[in-house]
């Protein structure tokens, strides 16, 4: 194959790969993390959910729903669970490369969006710098988002547990 020939075939693919790594790209992805970029945090959902540790008799341990009334009786303990519904689909640039996309709810079950449940999250920025005593060791100090570049902070999306 001439090489000529081999540039136009290829031509396609890297303005594909070029536009995933595109910062303007609603698919940009959070610096260092490899994540796909959060849009807007959909809202929490709040739950009770009471569980206990029951053993099996052979060595295994295993969580089961109890009652809230049965909270504090044969190990049962309740706690408030926040959690958040979100849709996803994953993107193939044909390259063997491939990356998350959200979705919203009303697109599941489209072009691959799925939804589900999970741990409630909001994205956050944390600054950070690495402190060296001058015997070999190290430690991590927070620092303040306008001190960024300043003796070594720098800072970077991360995300919390809400």
Do not use: W, Y
């Not at 190290?138 to 991360?158: F, L, P, R």
Request: with cysteine.
């Amino acid at each position: 194959m001439k090489p000529s020939t081999l540039i136009t075939a290829l031509f396609p693919l890297a303005i594909v790969a070029l536009a995933l790594r595109s910062d303007s790209h609603p698919l940009a992805h959070v610096r260092g993390l490899g994540l796909a970029q959060r849009q807007a945090d959909p809202p929490v959902i709040q739950r009770e959910e009471c569980r206990k540790l029951v053993s099996d008799g052979t060595g295994n341990n295993n969580f089961v729903a109890c009652d809230k009334g049965e909270e504090g009786v044969d190990g049962c303990a309740c706690r408030i669970r926040n959690t958040q519904v979100r849709c996803t689909r994953v993107l193939d640039d044909g390259t063997g490369n491939s990356s998350l996309e959200s979705c919203q709810q009303n697109e599941e079950g489209i072009d691959g969006c799925k939804c589900g449940e999970t741990v409630a999250t909001k994205e956050v920025i944390r600054c950070t710098r690495v402190l060296q005593d001058g015997t070999g060791n190290t430690s991590i100090e927070q620092c303040g988002q306008n001190e960024e570049g300043v003796d070594g902070c720098k800072c970077g999306k991360t995300v919390d547990i809400v």
